[in-house]
């Protein structure tokens, strides 16, 4: 899955951007996974990467939610 950018992720909906979060939680499950067997990862920076990616989503997905209150 791709990393998004700020500006990509402020043109998503909400309902994306829940999507999105799911996806990159599940490859980030599977880096770990194969970080704990022992097995050197293709990309050692992916983790942080995804991790990243991950609260960037988050947060963005809050100032959504919060502006339509």
Not at 10 to 20: G, K
């Amino acid at each position: 899955m791709a990393i998004y950018r700020v500006d990509d992720i402020r043109d998503l909906s909400v309902e994306e951007i829940e999507n999105n979060i799911d996806e990159l939680k599940s490859e980030l499950s599977k880096e770990r996974s194969l970080l704990a067997t022992g097995s050197a990862p293709e990309n050692p920076g992916r983790i942080r990467e995804l991790r990243r990616t991950i609260a960037r989503l988050k947060t963005i997905k809050a100032e959504k939610e919060k502006q339509n209150e």
